[in-house]
């Protein structure tokens, strides 16, 4: 059966995250498929930073560490993206990049093992996650090695002499999501423990990392969790492991007493010693806002939403796009997916240039992959369409062969 | 001869930088003597980060990256700060936090010199700074000593033992700045590298990293180069280690092809690698506001006002003050001093909180130092009479005796 525009109207008009949109700045003409690297603005970020510039850094100055709360920012952004990940209470902060809390969360799992020497990852994982570890290896310079496997196999590729493993739950390639729990489970099992990226699910989906048992957490801001570009990232450390594990790299904003100025580090206590340096203010009060209005929404009427929405995608890019090249990369179990969908081309650079020229906004992934992210909260049916009808067109009347489609941008 | 107000409306008059005034936001009734701890807000800030957010978030959306430059941002806005702070080009970029940074330099100094198991700093560094290094031999695990010292034991503290002397500049307790020239050519006599820590003169003064010969510098840009509350740090690093030396934490914002997504590390060229994961772009945009501002000014003209303004204010302590139980804690000689003045005084404590709520705006720093900053940019010479007689009533009306000055503040 053939899907209409009209049906996708309805399930927009059915959408019981409909409302979610008017919260959103989203230009006129744009189709935005592209949340899952950054999220749309949320409307009430231009007040929260004005009020943030104008009234607070402005008018009452150094003051706002205490009358405004900065110095509770960390904690209480943190607290609330704890609450939208599954963490339990006070185990969750916002601090640093993800990459270097990837390097925080390995280190510290490697120092509880220290007798383990093997890093376990996935080939394809988001790079940056590879490359903390590489530079961590490097600095410790005590043999650890980094070994990376196909998704396929995992779990079997842990075994006893596996220290930690590093999993991006959710693809940035491919959107394949991994089973947390099955593979926490069988990690523990071997005596390993796990880090967990949740760039491309916190804010996308349920998460239960408390009840995957799960060892460390980590992600960024900008992406579900709509908190502008760069946002601060955080990091998830387990109860079970706050009173050994220790941040490999400690700052005065996870000291016990900062404003104390003691020439020791003293760690805060529980999950606060995980904070390093001072953080940029502006970029964490935005980050707030869009952690606000996740936290207002129904994560599983989000997740069942994108499930949806890929569902869709999928059936137009088979009625409308059949015999143009399509190949979806993406898993077709539900199970397995995250809130993107992935197609490899042989011409997928030009053709996603082409599609953003045309206001159709998803992005490449090196070497050959389209990918077009579903963000529940503002993303509607009928665009989907839409965006189907504009690449149809691309494929039709071979609009992506121009040269200006071709030149390779800075960042893709 | 006693100081008059006359006499400072006059230097006030005839201060070359007086126009610079006008360019930051200053509450009325407010003398602000702490922008060595947050930097006042540049007039164009607002109309910055709404740009940011409303256009480049809002509506050109992941394109920013590309359309708005924001992926050039941390080379761009670096390059700025390698000219303040007199490094060549090519040796400055902004990421990161501090104390990251600090982990970073000292990390990178140690792999240098794998040999030597020593971190010289001084008791009273600014205490994130030793926190790093702590942190620091503690992951390396390699039998590394944090040795410190007092301020006059160096440079003679430095041996053929020492690794790396770690220092910063200008003291965030005393304001006693070193002579980075004579220590860094002590260190390299003694086969040792330096780390300077520039958060207390970056912007207040001349600086010449490439004139001192230096080796790693690091810094924030949340004080004298006016860039808002946290904003990110920078990191410099000398051509001649340029090629050796290796960011202890790598991350796709320092590949050499960060859009290509291969699983290895390949460090881009020159200081680029030292950046590691996504940068806060809100705070970013806003730091170059503040790096642009102190672009414009002369730096001479900067160091001569502000050591004008410290024998200024000492002065009128002496003369409007006496008896009051001051003590000079910052060095007489002006080649010794940054752009702050420091007393202890054994009610510091709730004669500064009784400073601020009359809306003179200095700060604590324990145990019992009442600090001072002087910011050339906008701060006026009549402000230190005015703020000397605010502090003269609260003296001798001992205002400052009253329980809500004595109640301790989570930050000082």
Same mark, same amino acid.
């Given at each position: ?48 930073? *004005?009020?943030?510039? !104008? ?54 799992? =490697? ?22 570890? !590489? ?10 090695? =980094? ?25 940035? *390639?491919?959107? *394949? ?130 499930? *949806? ?74 665009? =989907? ?10 494929? !039709? ?16």
């Amino acid at each position: 059966m053939p899907i209409t525009r009209a049906q996708l109207e309805a399930l927009d008009r059915d959408d019981p995250l409909r409302l979610f949109r008017d919260r959103f700045v989203l230009p006129d003409g744009v189709i935005y498929l592209d949340g899952n690297s950054l999220g749309a603005m949320p409307k009430a970020i231009p007040a929260r930073v *004005r009020s943030l510039v !104008e009234e607070e850094w402005g008018k009452d100055l150094i003051r706002s560490w205490n009358t405004h709360g900065w110095i509770d920012l960390q904690a209480r952004v943190g607290e609330k993206i704890g609450h939208i990940i599954g963490a339990r209470e006070g185990e969750t902060v916002v601090c640093d990049s993800t990459t270097v809390n990837v390097f925080k969360a390995v280190s510290a799992a =490697l120092a509880l093992h220290p007798e383990r020497k093997v890093v376990l990852s996935e080939r394809s994982n988001f790079p940056t996650d590879l490359y903390a570890v !590489e530079s961590l290896i490097r600095s410790l310079g005590k043999g650890h090695k =980094l070994e990376l496997f196909e998704p396929r196999e995992f779990p079997d590729a842990i075994d006893e002499n596996t220290a930690c493993v590093l999993l991006t739950h959710v693809s940035y *390639r491919t959107g *394949r999501m991994y089973d947390m729990h099955a593979i926490t489970k069988t990690a523990h099992e071997k005596g390993a423990l796990t880090v967990w990226d949740l760039c491309h699910s916190a804010g996308a989906m349920p998460l239960d990392l408390a009840g995957a048992n799960y060892d460390f957490a980590v992600g960024c801001g900008y992406k579900f969790l709509n908190g502008g570009p760069g946002a601060p990232a955080f990091i998830a450390v387990a109860r079970k492991h706050q009173k050994l594990a220790m941040p490999a790299i400690s700052g005065w904003f996870g000291h016990a007493s900062p404003f104390a100025f003691e020439s020791s580090y003293k760690p805060a206590d529980g999950i606060a010693c995980w904070a390093v340096g001072t953080p940029p203010i502006l970029s964490l009060a935005a980050l707030e806002v869009g952690v606000d209005l996740a936290l207002e929404a129904s994560l599983d009427a989000c997740r069942a939403k994108s499930l *949806r929405q890929f569902e869709v995608f999928d059936h137009l890019v088979a009625q409308e796009l059949r015999g143009h090249g399509f190949t979806l990369v993406s898993p077709s179990n539900p199970a397995e997916r995250g809130s993107q969908i992935c197609y490899a081309h042989e011409h997928g650079w030009p053709i996603m240039q082409c599609l953003i020229a045309q206001n159709v906004i998803g992005d490449f992934r090196a070497p050959d992959i389209d990918r077009f992210g579903f963000t529940p909260l503002y993303l509607g049916f009928a665009e =989907l369409w839409d965006a189907v009808q504009v690449l149809r067109r691309i494929m !039709e009347e071979r609009l992506w062969d121009a040269p200006q489609f071709h030149a390779r941008a800075k960042v893709t």
